[in-house]
């Protein structure tokens, strides 16, 4: 109630109601605020750490782009779910939802959309994209709009670190109680998503050793088959019928992809590379931030190199110069059924409610996501440290992100001109003068806790790692000389060769691609998020065959000078090492083993029961003899979970009723 009605009200009835009405007044208020709920980490932390002063308010008639992001309607379920789904020893292993499935049990409802949708126009916000799983809402509008629905002020401030200015709002916003809002994206610029290459000097190309690859232009960058000679050699898997999808916040100029195609060779030239632009934006490389463009271009060619027979590379673009949404980009690319092999070379501020929501959601459908731990060398511990994984005046989400997979780097030597991989070490540039702090990024997340296929690493605590919380990186692979056609026809020379864990991460979603070539031809439908898997192996005998254990090097640096440090299985600097060839393939689409239970004999019949797998086909095979011949088709079974009783006639092994059975798994 405002003092000009308590004044005409006095008039008009007396001070003793005017009290009685002031105090009705009073609950009133109270009421409303208790209705409201806040949406914490809107406001940059840089505002008040550094206490940065508003140098003025953003223009009113300014027009803003915001992705609204709703709350999942069962989260603990889908984390539950996610857990059962990745778990080798879960029945529910790779049994993945489709999109429609992962929606309904899931996903917001469309009540809590349509909710959304009529808060956005009864506040003059236009709804400019939706998206089937309801996860995101994108709309536009003028700022006094923007101000108004969420109660904020968007002030400007003078950037800390970057010669530029940027908005934020004063506080954090707020929405009724009730409306199903998590976070927002848009309502601050303080931090833009950047690329991880890192651009080699003199003194890191020509002085590093080695430079023993077969780059053309005679640099001994690594080039084309170079990576398959090293990480799959012999390997007649190229990606066959497989597509890679790549998060990109810029475009890329198509004869550079064309020509890098022409120079490798094997079949590059056959692959379709197609970019789907989001929010409007149009594919045009720009100028704005320096080399985004060139990460496009090098995640495509990295992919390209590893697996020559792709059907597709998809480029998922959500902006110019890296001012795109990234939660637009990462549920586009959720939505797009065809690709399963995804990678991101781009780090943004975050970590936020609806990106977690995206990446789980990935990992129910199948998908499997490799992302670039950063070339900050050792991440220091703790969100205030100075370049820790989770400070949010940093951008470096999602690299502590614990349902994706990430990828530090290493420097290869191979034998002769890339005839063979010879070792490896982690990358480390802190030894050249011009570039101190630049090298493979492992550390401790400060946000999330350890996942559980984590905390089978032994001595955990004695490799510099934790026990309570997420530890970076999972694998690696090489982020050092490479070659690449980039920029509308530039090509690496011996002065400025291209590096950075943004090279590692395409890499493996290449060799993942390799991986589900092969789970395709036996039935298999995606190996889906690998981290649960890929430490069990690690936690085996078939670990030093499955990987290069990369035990030489560091990530160390002037404000990190003892950790961290290479050794044997898992360390903070290359994960659990890089992909050792078809061994690791065959050991991530090995059949599902199933227990054989009460074998005997039933009159006539050899009977034995063994526990299915819901939504797996069990396939039963037969051979006399385990040395000559082969597997023989005797039956298929539908899996629900239930135990099954497979009678097989003691006649189909012939006279001397001997023999052998396996079930597959698919």
Known sequence: MTPGWNRILSGLLGGVYVAVLAITGTVFTTQ?????KILPGHVPEAIARLHLQSIGQLAATNTLWLAIGLPLRDPAGLENF????????SPNFRQFLTREELMARFGPTAQDYEAVKKFARTNGLAIAVTHGNRLLLDVTGP??????????????????????????????????AALPIADIEGLSDFSRPHPKWVRGTKETTVNATPRNGTAL???????????????????????????VGLFELDGYYTNDIINYAKEAGNGRTNIVVQAV??????????????????????????????????????????????????????????????????????????????????????DAVGQTFFNASGDNQAFTTGSNSVNGVDNPLLA????SNPYITQVGGTTMTMNGPGVSWASEVVWNWAVEEDDPDTGSSGGISSYYSIPSWQTNV??????????????????????DNVYVIYDNGKNTNHYDGWSGTSCAAPLWAGFMALVNQQWAA????????????????????????????????????????????????????????????????????????VNLLIPQIVGTDFQFEFLSYPGSTHIVQWRTNLFSGSWQPYTNVSGDGTLKTIPIPLSIFGPSQHGFVRVLTQ
């Open 82 to 89: 996610v857990a059962q789904v990745s778990d080798p020893d």
């Open 458 to 479: 032994s001595n955990m605590a004695g490799r510099g790692g934790s026990t309570s919380f997420r530890n970076i990186p999972d694998v690696a692979a090489n982020a």
């Open 396 to 399: 470096n989400a999602p690299s």
């Open 277 to 362: 632009l989001i929010d409007g934006y149009s594919g045009k490389p720009s100028t704005s931030l320096e080399g985004a463009e060139v990460e496009v271009e090098l995640d495509i060619e990295m992919a390209m190199a590893i697996a020559p027979g792709l059907a597709k590379i998809v480029s998922f673009e959500g902006g110019k110069g890296g001012n795109g949404t990234p939660n637009d980009v990462l549920n586009t690319m959720l939505a797009n059924s065809n690709v399963v092999n995804l990678s991101c070379s781009w780090g943004w501020y975050g970590p936020s409610n609806t990106t977690d929501a995206i990446f789980e959601s990935m």
């Open 217 to 243: 232009d005679g640099s001994g960058d690594l080039f084309g088959n170079d990576f398959r000679n090293a990480y799959v050699p012999g390997s007649v898997l190229t990606g066959a019928g497989q597509s």
């Open 522 to 593: 036996s039935g298999g439908k995606s190996i889906g998020f690998i981290n649960p898997a890929i430490y069990d192996i690690a936690a085996g005998s078939n670990y030093a065959s499955c990987f290069n254990d990369v035990t030489s090097g560091n990530n160390t640096w002037s404000s990190s000078p003892n950790l961290f440090y290479a050794t044997n299985n898992y360390d903070l600097c290359t994960g659990l090492g890089t992909m050792n060839g078809t061994n690791l393939i065959d050991a991530l689409t090995a059949p599902l083993a």
């Open 32 to 36: 409303v605020e208790a209705a409201q």
């Open 143 to 176: 700022v006094a709009a923007v101000e108004k629905a969420f109660h904020i002020t968007l002030r400007t401030y003078r950037h800390p670190t970057e010669a530029r200015d940027f908005f934020a709002p004063d506080t954090e916003p707020t929405v009724d």
